[in-house]
């Protein structure tokens, strides 16, 4: 059994066993939580046989708060996980938080040059990136000691950002409602320098390598007459030429900006209404919506994908299962503290970050 099904089967009889004691009707039944779920699932076109899905729905529980570590602040709290069971979280400055047991501590906080109310943290190697309103780099081959080695000045915020190939990617918002997807080389992490930038129409938020060779921008057109939000295609095989090659619709209105995660050729984005949607990058076109489960806030404002499963943010934390591909269905919920807008499993617990602290709620509700 893989671990994907070892998961979906652990949720399964927390979700569906263990926690109808406490949720579920005298007689141990899952009670009614509005209406049939499966009805939400509305594919564009039918979909295949297989993806029909007959299981019973399972009633939500609260998951089991570990502890939660780190200052608070005004801003969303992106955080990586680093190496040795050490997370960096970006706040009032750069948290670091040992999480590699039950309950996570804060070890130590390094000043951040540039402090924002949102922004990214990605690590490549012994090199960890703040973006915020500005870039910060540290060297972390001493994880619980982060080094400042470098950092760029910004007329804006960073709102996404990854890095592949030595290249520093991110999304780029300026305070003049200017927006663009950048490229810094990172090949010397203490001389970044920035070789290209491809203009955008709307407000940046994730930004996602698709393959080798391509970069999708989830944009929200807010600067002029179009309102729509789009995923927009970036063929970056030359990145020093980068260029737009198309855009894909994208359904809802998301709050703050557009998050979403890819898995092969699928994206999964969340918003409202629907929460969670499900497009096919090589075909452009939604294939699957998710309305928000019954009494939940019905709002997404971060996700991550893992082992098949979306852990979506947003007024606790949605687990929804994404196959058969085109026919996502919820599987549970998961109670946190705050508006989750980052998330990251690590085995079998989540760590969820918001503008208060980053928590580790254990996904075995039992």
């Given at each position: ?170 999304g780029y918002e300026g305070f003049d409602e200017t927006a663009s997807l950048r490229a ?183």
């Open positions: 059994m893989d671990a994907r099904h070892s998961l979906l089967l652990l949720l399964s009889l927390s979700l569906a066993g263990a926690c109808s004691s406490s949720h579920g009707s005298p007689d141990g039944a899952a009670p009614d939580a509005g209406g049939d779920r499966d009805a939400d699932v509305r594919p564009d076109a039918d979909p295949p046989p297989d993806a029909v899905v007959d299981a019973p729905i399972p009633t939500t529980c609260t998951g089991e708060h570990l502890g939660g570590a780190g200052e608070g602040c005004f801003c969303q709290g992106p955080f990586a996980l680093g190496p040795g069971g050490i997370a960096y979280r970006s706040g009032a400055g750069l948290d670091v938080i040992d999480v590699s047991g039950d309950v996570p501590v804060q070890i130590g906080s390094v000043p951040q040059m540039h402090i924002g109310s949102e922004g990214a943290v990605t690590i490549s190697g012994d090199t960890l990136f703040v973006g915020s309103w500005g870039i910060d780099i540290y060297d972390i081959s001493t994880p619980t000691e982060p080094r400042p080695i470098a950092d760029v000045d910004l007329e804006g915020t960073v709102t996404d950002l990854f890095v592949r190939r030595a290249t520093l990617w991110i810094y080389d990172v090949s010397d992490p203490t001389l970044p320098r920035l070789f290209a930038e491809v203009p955008l129409e709307g407000s940046p938020g994730s930004v996602m390598p698709w393959g080798d060779d391509r970069i999708v921008v989830l944009e929200a057109r807010r600067f002029g007459d179009d309102r729509s939000d789009v995923a927009t295609i970036v063929d970056v095989s030359s990145p020093s030429s980068a260029v737009i090659t198309s855009s894909v619709p994208v359904e809802g209105e998301g709050i703050l900006r557009r998050r979403g995660a890819i898995d092969g050729d699928t994206l999964h984005v969340v918003g409202t209404a629907p929460l969670l949607q499900t497009i096919d990058l090589v075909e452009g076109r939604v294939i699957a919506r998710l309305d928000a489960p019954e009494g939940t806030s019905g709002v997404g404002l971060g996700i991550h994908l893992s082992d098949g499963l979306a852990f979506v943010g947003g007024g606790g934390v949605q687990v929804a299962d994404l196959s058969p591909r085109g026919a996502p269905r919820w599987i549970g919920a998961i109670e946190s503290f705050g508006d989750p807008f980052y998330l990251e499993r690590d085995g079998d617990r989540l760590l969820v970050s918001n503008g208060n602290q980053l928590q580790i709620v254990s996904l075995d509700c039992r």
